[in-house]
């Protein structure tokens, strides 16, 4: 459709088509939810609280499967929702511009052709000795400028830009208007057909989140059970390198690395897992989020322009998702919105909210997610445009050194950095630290604890958003914007889950 789309078939769309669509698509993602719900509600917990044994530990086991398969469907189904929804109201706006034009150009009584182009009649005009002498029609073709732009008038001796075009002034006046309303139709197609495509690209690339998402194999490989820790009988996915622990973890729990996740196999602590210093594993931890939970980003990035009224609104552009990969950087998150900032950065654009001007598509799909989610699903919500970015000294350091201590091991090549780590108990144990305590180290300080070296470092912003890394697209994307709508025209608005 975006390489076909006309001013006729922009015209005759019945955008309530796509919104009529969405609500199919939310019809199958609300029975979704409530099959999960049954799962979880009606089959799971009453099957834990009456059976003990390994034939219902498999079963349950399955039944987790089904629960994920349908939370799967439950939010595909509610994202192609979304982009529908969205689509339906970019569109609204260029159709409506085309459809004034069309107005405008029956009320003068010229006649638009399939092209687009538009003829207008002769008419009366006044020469320079104040006769009148018959202009003749002609017709106009849409030009392929911005609206903003000015006609250019080119050297002396070359012919007009515009058909029906003296030099500075129009010999037939018709023949200004009807470039006008021929200008207002390629407009209106050519904003439409950006619309068209960029959503044809975000259907196809829809994904739900990473734990979510299901794969061909899912739906069709046998379940098997998975590998128990003998240590704890739990059921667990892999194994935890961290510290060399040679334990297991799962990734909704905390390592003592604090990446985000908690080892499940025997430790220092007798068996538990490490929990972060300031409290147990599921307190609140002192950048405000739940150590015990992983923090994701989720965003979108729009642009302003001028509305059908000539009014300045903003329109949404590209998903997060699609241009950084869902990487999970704290660091990053850190620097630039306060969110888990561990590493002590100024941020750079923390807690503005969610816009009240928002674009419809990001609007729309916001209000999906917290009808899925509930308002407490979401936090931190802000944003930043393309010129603060800009501004950004990436040399600046944190304001303190890293709340986490560095860790290196010694290679054949020298000191390679293995992680960082929240808490570690046989540096607690070393340095005579206390369970809960919370201690700032200087700068530069190292302490060599069997083959593991701590060391305090303060990083720069260029450490936490590297030049080469999953920031890049984002960035490229947003300058690319700001080179048509301008520095402080484009922003980035982001919001985080547990």
Not at 191 to 197: F, G, M, N, P, V
Not at 334 to 353: E, K, S
Not at 464 to 483: I, S
Request: aromatic share 8%; with cysteine; glycine share 10%.
């Amino acid at each position: 459709m975006t390489e076909t789309l006309t001013w006729q078939m922009l015209r005759d769309l019945q955008t309530s088509e796509f919104t009529q669509a969405g609500d199919k698509w939310h019809e199958v993602s609300s029975r979704s939810a409530s099959d999960r719900g049954r799962v979880d509600g009606a089959m799971s917990a009453k099957l834990r609280e009456t059976q003990e044994s390994d034939s219902a530990e498999a079963a349950l086991g399955r039944l987790r499967r089904l629960s994920r398969n349908f939370q799967y469907v439950h939010s595909e189904c509610g994202l192609i929702r979304t982009a529908l929804n969205g689509l339906a109201g970019d569109l609204a706006e260029p159709q409506k511009q085309l459809k004034q034009a069309l107005a405008d150009a029956a009320s003068l009584n010229f006649t638009v052709h399939e092209d687009g182009s538009v003829s207008y009649p002769a008419a009366k005009v006044e020469d320079l000795t104040g006769a009148k002498q018959e202009a003749p029609g002609g017709s106009s073709q849409g030009s392929s400028r911005l609206l903003l732009d000015p006609p250019g008038l080119g050297p002396t001796g070359q012919p007009s830009l515009y058909p029906g075009h003296s030099r500075f002034k129009p010999v037939n006046p018709n023949a200004e208007k009807a470039q006008d309303v021929a200008d207002r139709i390629v407009g209106a197609v050519r904003s439409a057909r950006e619309i068209d495509a960029r959503y044809a690209k975000t259907l196809n690339g829809l994904r739900a989140d990473p734990a979510e998402r299901g794969t061909a194999r899912r739906w069709r490989r046998p379940w098997r059970p998975k590998r128990r820790c003998p240590a704890r009988a739990v059921r667990v996915p892999r194994a935890c390198a961290a510290q060399g622990c040679g334990g297991r973890w799962e990734k909704s729990q905390l390592h003592s690395c604090g990446e985000g996740m908690a080892c499940r196999a025997p430790a220092a602590s007798g068996g538990r897992p490490t929990p972060p210093p300031g409290g147990p594993a599921n307190s609140v931890d002192g950048v405000g989020r739940i150590p015990g939970m992983g923090t994701d980003i989720s965003g979108f990035i729009e642009y302003r322009a001028p509305g059908g009224d000539q009014q300045p609104i903003w329109f949404g552009a590209h998903d997060l998702s699609h241009l950084n990969d869902d990487v999970r950087n704290y660091d990053a998150f850190g620097c630039l919105f306060g969110v888990r900032n561990y590493a002590n950065f100024r941020p750079l654009a923390a807690g503005r909210g969610f816009p009240a001007d928002a674009s419809a598509a990001l609007s729309a799909r916001f209000a999906q997610l917290v009808e899925w989610y509930g308002e407490d699903g979401f936090h931190s919500a802000t944003w930043i445009t393309w010129a603060e970015v800009k501004a950004v000294d990436w040399d600046e350091p944190a304001e303190k050194p890293d709340s986490r201590l560095h860790e290196y091991r010694q290679t054949p090549n020298g000191l390679r950095m293995t992680g960082k780590s929240s808490w570690s108990a046989e540096f607690a144990e070393a340095v005579g630290l206390e369970r809960g305590d919370v201690r700032e180290w200087r700068e530069g300080a190292e302490w060599l604890i069997g083959d593991t070296l701590y060391r305090s470092v303060t990083i720069r912003r260029r450490d936490a958003v590297t030049e080469t890394g999953e920031w890049r697209p984002v960035w490229e994307a947003l300058k690319g914007l700001a080179e048509q709508h301008g520095d402080d025209n484009v922003r980035l608005v982001v919001w985080f889950d547990d």
